[in-house]
């Protein structure tokens, strides 16, 4: 019984949270009870992600399953920023900006803090590859400072904007940029994304053996990897869209405790992100801190480098500015972030104070978005 309970509720959350998506998007006028239900299904859904991803993950290897759940979460998040901005408004404006930063905010200090503090508490001493780690931690910087720092200080135009031509360089240096990256994790220099296991040798170029990869547990079939890719990409769908029906019950609960309305947008974003968060602290638990870096910065990246291109496209065809340059108070906690990220990953290996400074950063930005 147990066993069949084990197997059916990855497959039937996702759909259960679809049919509820459907039959409560859009509407403003849902009871306390159906709130409620929707939160129930959403974190479940949560779950039901994480497991599919997981499923997917050890059927292709690393660093693939890392980048699935990335890019998966990535495109929805674009859907979900052009839904919201399509209305216009001021809002609009800084949508893409406030969402971008809070995922870079969240996974390179929320997610990297956390993973290696759990680590750490379980292995003492957590090691990951330095090459694969530098390359991450330098590809988000260049991306985070080209798409958000840099516009505030242009000045072709009398807003924290690109102009026309400005957008279109900075989009497909994204692209590029994003494009390089991936190559050279999966196809280049796999090697210095798998994980890193402490043991005899040195620690940067042990790899882990067949037993440290959970050889014991069977290899899903292509079959059972293709249903849960579907099942993962429906139940991502389903915590956005549900995120999004659950919106205006945290508006009024941000509204309620006295936060300002930009607050909503870290909240959802700590929704979305949240299939990551758990996938990165499950791997940082079994000692695979390269395989949470793998979620975090490829997590960081792709916002970034998928984000920005596909909301300057859109932003041809929707009303408003699209404003991204960040404000000073911003561009210092990104600074920050960055000379803490790359102090963390060049010894190629972590202690709880490494750990303890990015998580003091991450409380450091929702510290700011509660009280600017």
Do not use: C
Not at 193 to 203: A, K
């Amino acid at each position: 019984m147990t066993s069949w309970i084990s197997k059916a509720w990855p497959v039937a959350v996702p759909v259960v949270a679809a049919i509820v998506l459907v039959l409560t998007f859009g509407r403003h006028d849902l009871p306390t009870a159906v709130v409620v239900l929707v939160a129930v299904v959403l974190a479940g859904t949560v779950l039901a992600a994480v497991h599919h991803a997981e499923v997917v993950a050890h059927r292709v290897g690393e660093p693939f399953g890392s980048l699935v759940l990335a890019v998966a979460v990535t495109i929805i998040e674009v859907a979900l920023i052009i839904a919201l901005s399509s209305s216009g408004g001021a809002k609009a404006e800084t949508l893409a900006r406030d969402t971008v930063f809070s995922a870079v905010m969240i996974t390179m200090n929320g997610l990297v803090g956390l993973a290696i503090l759990i680590g750490t508490i379980r292995h003492h001493t957590v090691r990951f590859n330095q090459e694969g780690a530098s390359a991450a931690t330098m590809t988000v910087a260049a991306l985070a400072v080209l798409t958000l720092v840099l516009p505030t200080f242009t000045t072709g135009t009398d807003n924290a904007s690109f102009t026309g031509a400005q957008l279109v360089f900075v989009a497909i240096a994204s692209l590029a940029l994003y494009g390089l990256f991936v190559f050279t994790q999966t196809v280049a220099h796999r090697d210095f994304f798998l994980p890193v296991v402490s043991g005899p040798g040195p620690s940067s170029t042990r790899r882990p053996s067949a037993a440290d990869d959970d050889a014991h547990a069977a290899t899903p079939t292509g079959r059972q990897t293709l249903a849960s890719l579907g099942l993962l990409l429906l139940a991502l769908v389903a915590v956005v869209g549900l995120a999004k029906v659950e919106s205006p019950a945290i508006e009024a609960g941000v509204a309620a405790v006295g936060f300002p309305p930009s607050f909503v947008g870290v909240v959802i974003a700590l929704l979305i992100l949240l299939p990551e968060g758990i996938a990165a602290s499950k791997a940082a638990a079994r000692n695979r801190v390269q395989t949470s870096l793998n979620l975090a910065m490829g997590s960081a990246m792709a916002s970034i480098g998928l984000t920005i291109p596909s909301i300057a496209v859109a932003s041809l065809f929707m009303p408003g500015t699209l404003l991204l340059g960040l404000g000073s108070a911003q561009i210092v906690l990104l600074a920050l972030t960055v000379v803490a990220a790359v102090l963390t990953v060049l010894p190629g290996r972590a202690t709880r104070l490494q750990g303890g400074v990015h998580l003091v950063v991450f409380a450091a930005f929702i510290v700011l978005s509660i009280a600017p």
